[in-house]
């Protein structure tokens, strides 16, 4: 009957109608995603992790280099060090909502619980950048010390850790105050920080050493030294361990060396070596999805981006980006 191929035809379409919903984020779902700065290319890499590929690129400005999402996943924040401006990103269709200056040669910035405020490093001003989210405005500036380069926010308090090359130390700052509360020194170059998630280490990758340091945040002090076997070829201009990261529970530490393409996977406790895999050229940053179960790395001389399955610790899944990715940024964000 008539009616019934009318019903028949319109209940189909329904269904297309949800499910294009369901594989393309939109009407209220959230998506989990990876967003990557490319340093060269100038452009915001997004690789939704659901379909493994990259969904879109964002221009942003000259040189992107930091990123960070909102922690309710509404906003998306890139650093562009080459013209001292931040970003805003809207991540329900990917564009930019406004830029501003905030200082010169802005690198890896972090946010904090409640998303109000982001705090940027300044590197070439010897200060950070406190920015209000909300009202997208540079509220104030901070001095931290010489060439600010990461920030990375404290799990359990009101503080971030700001590494300085400049002065070879991890600056600590209270954010209810927005002052500096002490200097952690480290005698050596700084790279890449990473907290443990109960709040009391925090690992530094350092200049020169295909390894880390273990910081006692509540000493306040170096307690720990981790050495892994130096790469065959000598570390030109440093580039030996640089990224890091704690596992979102706590057990393992994940390093990648620059010059051998390698990721080491330690104990977080006894620092005793788990296992090793091959990524690609020059692998630069780690983050991890909420559940732990991947682990994102960009490999900035390849222009790609490494998805590595962390139980069987192998690559499920390379993707090519833009060129030279440097940071990225792994969460949910919201698509309503």
């Given at each position: ?245 704690v596992t979102p529970d706590g057990k393992e530490l994940w390093l990648t060396t620059q010059l051998n ?36 790395i960009s490999n900035t001389s390849s222009d790609t981006v490494s998805l590595i399955n962390t139980k ?25």
């Open positions: 009957m008539k009616w019934i191929k009318i019903f028949t035809f319109g209940f189909s379409f329904f269904l297309y109608g949800l499910l294009f919903i369901s594989t393309n984020g939109v009407a209220g779902e959230n998506r989990l995603r990876v967003y990557v700065t490319n340093f060269e290319g100038e452009k915001i890499s997004v690789i939704d992790l659901a379909d493994q590929k990259e969904i879109a690129q964002i221009e942003t400005g000259k040189n992107p280099h930091g990123v960070v999402i909102a922690p309710d996943g509404s906003e998306v924040y890139v650093t562009n060090e080459g013209d001292g401006t931040l970003s805003f990103i809207n991540p329900q269709d990917n564009k930019v909502t406004k830029t501003i200056q905030v200082g010169h040669h802005p690198q890896q910035p972090a946010i904090s619980s409640d998303g109000i405020t982001l705090y940027v490093p300044l590197n070439a001003d010897h200060a950070i950048a406190i920015v209000n989210t909300k009202e997208k405005k540079l509220k104030s500036t901070l001095p931290v010390g010489r060439n600010p380069h990461i920030i990375i926010a404290s799990p359990t308090s009101k503080r971030i850790y700001v590494t300085s090359e400049g002065d070879m130390k991890v600056v600590v700052v209270n954010t209810e105050a927005n002052r500096v509360e002490k200097d952690i020194p480290l005698w050596a170059w700084p790279r890449v920080p990473s907290v443990t998630p109960d709040g009391k280490t925090l690992f530094q990758t350092i200049r020169w050493l295909n390894g880390a340091l273990a910081v006692d945040l509540e000493k306040g002090e170096i307690v720990n030294w981790i050495s892994l076997d130096e790469p065959k070829a000598f570390p030109k201009q440093g580039m030996v361990a640089h990224g890091l990261r393409n390698q990721v080491t996977i330690l104990d977080a406790h006894t620092f005793q070596t788990l296992a090793t895999l091959l990524v690609g050229k020059n692998p630069n940053w780690i983050e991890f999805t909420p559940d732990g179960q991947t682990a994102v069987s610790r192998s690559v499920s899944k390379t993707i090519p980006v833009v060129k030279s990715p440097k940071r990225l940024a792994v969460g949910f964000v919201k698509m309503d």
